[in-house]
């Protein structure tokens, strides 16, 4: 066996491997792989890795990842990095492939000067933690030293003709897709709102072509206080609760994030947005609702959603 670096002409094996494994639970796209893998700057290539037999298959492969975007005005990590993906053949466990992968992405990583490693959360994450599905992941996880810190969930829901009609905000609040012309307020929004993750994922909205109709903005007058995401499969990028889209046999839907300005809260906006972005999804013809990687599980009932998936979001001092 070889450890190589990560390169993209693995791409197809990569993805072959991952759906050989993990494709009942997280089934990949070769599109969604090279958007959320190989076109993230933030991958680390001194730890990321393949591990590839003498007959040259592909046994498994480990992607690190650590903020390198240093132009933005936000870092994302807290200092730490980030392994986006490990994964080991089934046929070819228990040899010590998956823990000599995990093992040199980890010392690349504090070599590079990380004090954390988290597993997904990345920018251009997969998942946000390991898998309820995969309980022999975390356990292998617990035993290499890493920490289970809390849970968080995907929501799923149906759609149904009820859902479809748009709702009436208290003192003159009103809500309507964005549209190019509101690029500039609605990043000023987020940097003044949301200044982290949701901040980036809104710049890199825009830069990859972004039009404004994956975002319902709230606004007063003229002054953007609150959204919600809306994404299906003709938004620009493959968002975070559309990744696993394959699973369903009719269009789906992805809701947020969501937030609303701190100075307007407590006015109910926040779950009549949501209402919002389920009947604009419902009224494109979205059969089923994705709601990513959260923990308030309990206000999104009010809406119909139940728990899909589970994770543990889990860290490592290195």
């Known amino acids: 066996?070889?450890?190589?670096?990560?390169?993209e002409k693995w791409l197809e094996p990569m993805c072959e491997l991952w759906n050989k494994e993990l494709g009942d639970?997280?089934?990949m796209r070769e599109q969604l792989m090279r958007q959320n893998t190989f076109q993230d700057e933030n991958v680390y290539l001194g730890g990321s890795k393949l591990a590839v037999s003498e007959d040259g298959e592909l046994i498994g492969f480990v992607i690190a990842k650590k903020w390198q975007e240093q132009q933005r005005e936000m870092r994302l990590g807290d200092g730490g990095g980030w392994i986006q993906a490990i994964l080991v053949r089934s046929d070819a466990r228990g040899q010590g492939i998956g823990s000599s992968l995990l093992e040199q992405a980890e010392r690349a990583l504090r070599d590079?000067?990380?004090?954390?490693?988290?597993?997904?959360?990345d920018p251009w994450h997969y998942i946000p933690g390991i898998p309820k599905s995969l309980p022999d992941a975390k356990a292998w996880f617990e035993r290499k030293g890493y920490e289970v810190l809390y849970e968080v969930f995907d929501?799923?829901?149906?759609?149904?003709?009820?859902?479809?009609?748009?709702?009436?905000?208290?003192?003159?609040?009103?809500?309507?897709?964005l549209e190019q012309k509101d690029k500039e307020e609605m990043l000023r929004f987020f940097k003044r709102c949301f200044p982290g993750r949701w901040?980036?994922?809104a710049q890199c909205?825009?830069?990859r072509g972004g039009q404004g109709r994956e975002f319902i903005g709230l606004f007063a007058g003229d002054e953007m206080i609150g959204f919600c995401r809306v994404n299906d499969a003709e938004s620009p990028l493959i968002a975070q609760n559309t990744y696993w889209a394959p699973l369903f046999d009719s269009p789906l839907g992805g809701i947020g994030p969501l937030g609303v300005d701190d100075r307007f809260r407590g006015k109910g906006y926040g779950l009549a947005i949501v209402k919002?972005?389920?009947a604009e999804l419902t009224n494109r013809g979205m059969k089923h609702l994705v709601i990513d990687w959260t923990e308030i599980v309990d206000?999104?009932?009010k809406l119909g959603f139940s728990v899909w998936k589970g994770y543990d979001l889990a860290k490592k001092t290195l």
């Open 199 to 201: 901040y980036y994922e």
């Open 112 to 121: 590079a000067g990380a004090e954390l490693a988290y597993i997904g959360r």
């Open 205 to 207: 909205y825009w830069e």
């Open 276 to 278: 919002d972005g389920v």
């Open 25 to 27: 639970h997280f089934p």
């Open 299 to 301: 206000f999104y009932a």
């Open 155 to 177: 929501l799923v829901n149906q759609t149904s003709k009820e859902n479809g009609q748009r709702q009436e905000y208290v003192e003159g609040a009103y809500s309507r897709l």
């Open 1 to 7: 066996m070889n450890i190589i670096p990560l390169d």
